[in-house]
């Protein structure tokens, strides 16, 4: 049974800071792509940043130089720092893993507000 248990997601004030975690099960994690995406009220679902099995990254353009994304394959785990966080940021983040096939979290929820 395939799990991805994201964690971390919290109310933060505006220039704050958040990090999420993503604990994989049930599959050969090293292999797997792993992204954090996310869904904002009224919006679709949207990639955040991605990782691939090689270490090769990639950023939406409206987190690059906010967010970092790493993964520690010994642990089964991608992680998502947040800084400068924006009230724009306010979404529910969810993890995903994507080879042959393609899995996903249950979601955690972030809010950047006052």
């Known amino acids: 049974q395939v799990q991805l248990v994201e964690s971390g997601g919290d109310l933060v004030q505006p220039g704050g800071s958040l990090s999420l975690s993503c604990a994989a099960s049930g599959i050969d994690f090293s292999t797997y792509a792993m992204g954090w995406y996310r869904r904002s009220p009224g919006k679709q679902r949207e990639l955040v940043a991605a990782?691939?099995?090689?270490?090769?990254?990639n950023y939406a353009d409206s987190v690059k130089g906010r967010f970092t994304i790493s993964r520690d394959n010994a642990k089964n785990t991608v992680y998502l720092q947040m800084n400068s966080l924006k009230p724009e940021d306010t979404a529910v983040y969810y993890c995903?893993?994507?080879?042959?096939?393609?899995?996903w979290g249950q979601g955690t929820q972030v809010t950047v507000s006052l």
């Open positions: 990782i691939s099995s090689g270490g090769r990254i």
């Open positions: 995903n893993a994507a080879y042959v096939f393609t899995y």
